[in-house]
């Protein structure tokens, strides 16, 4: 019996105009009321949800959010953080480096504030771009402190651009870093081991949830992780290839309520 189910945003939950849609909405509240726990699973801060929190109704005591891919797990009705992984200082400085030898603008997100390094004169950051919800601000290397939370760093450029820089990244930093693309023109950068399912299964572990009772939707490499951890793994029909691969289940796409259609299957209909 399914009693969480973490879903991703973008290509998932989303529809390609970023709507949910009336029937993924109904689908939703159906489970919720069942008492189903709904958690959004997503790399990006609460505040760039907020307003899907709303348009779902999960602002309520009991309602929880996995941001940051697995950085914190927080309540959507206050914010409050229950569980919490960040980067170092040392982290970032190391990660400037990195963008500086590739030529490419670092991101680091800060709490619910964007930090723009002046890392790149050549390749500024489309990060705000990217949702504008985004709270996104330049700001100097040298004015980073130990004092400061470093919930995670991102690489955000053109595809054409940023994929043939990816394989210049160095066997050390790979290993010392999560490193995974969350969008075709998003890399992201996160402490090892953090991942969205190691934010679910703290969630669950705080709820008394079984592994075996999560149902994990993603369509992004970002979601590999949740989708081989939970019960039931979904992948979106448009997910790239090693999340249908790695899935339990194939849904149809975000255009067609893929969601709704394998909450409905799954669990309003206690199939297995």
């Known amino acids: 019996m399914i009693k969480l189910i973490a879903i991703d945003l973008d290509g998932t939950l989303l529809n390609d105009k970023k709507e949910v849609t009336p029937r993924n909405k109904e689908v939703l509240a159906r489970a919720k009321a ?119 760093a991102v690489i955000a450029y053109h595809q054409e651009v940023l994929d043939p820089k990816i394989p210049e990244i160095s066997s050390e930093i790979r290993e010392k870093y999560e490193i995974i693309k969350s969008r075709n023109n998003l890399l992201e950068f996160m402490p090892k081991g953090i991942t969205k399912a190691y934010g679910i299964s703290l969630l669950a572990q705080d709820l008394g949830i079984k592994q075996e009772e999560v149902m994990a939707i993603g369509d992004e490499e970002n979601d590999l992780p949740m989708i081989r951890y939970a019960g039931i793994g979904v992948a979106m029909a448009n997910a790239v290839p090693i999340i249908k691969e790695a899935a339990d289940v194939v849904t149809v796409s975000n255009q067609e309520d893929g969601v709704a259609a394998v909450i409905e299957e799954y669990v309003l209909k206690g199939g297995a």
Request: hydrophobic share 40%.
């Open 34 to 152: 069942q008492g189903v726990k709904i958690v959004i699973c997503t790399g990006r801060p609460l505040r760039a949800i907020r307003p899907y929190l709303e348009e779902l109704s999960l602002k309520e005591p009991g309602d929880y959010s996995i941001t940051f891919n697995g950085g914190l797990v927080q309540k959507n009705e206050t914010g409050e953080i229950i569980e919490k992984a960040a980067m170092q200082l040392a982290d970032i400085h190391e990660l400037v480096s990195v963008a500086e030898d590739l030529n490419l603008p670092l991101d680091v997100v800060s709490e619910e504030i964007v930090l723009s390094l002046p890392t790149s004169a050549a390749h500024p950051s489309i990060y705000g771009s990217l949702n504008p919800l985004l709270d996104c601000r330049p700001f100097a290397v040298a004015d980073l402190d130990e004092s400061m939370l470093y919930n995670k």
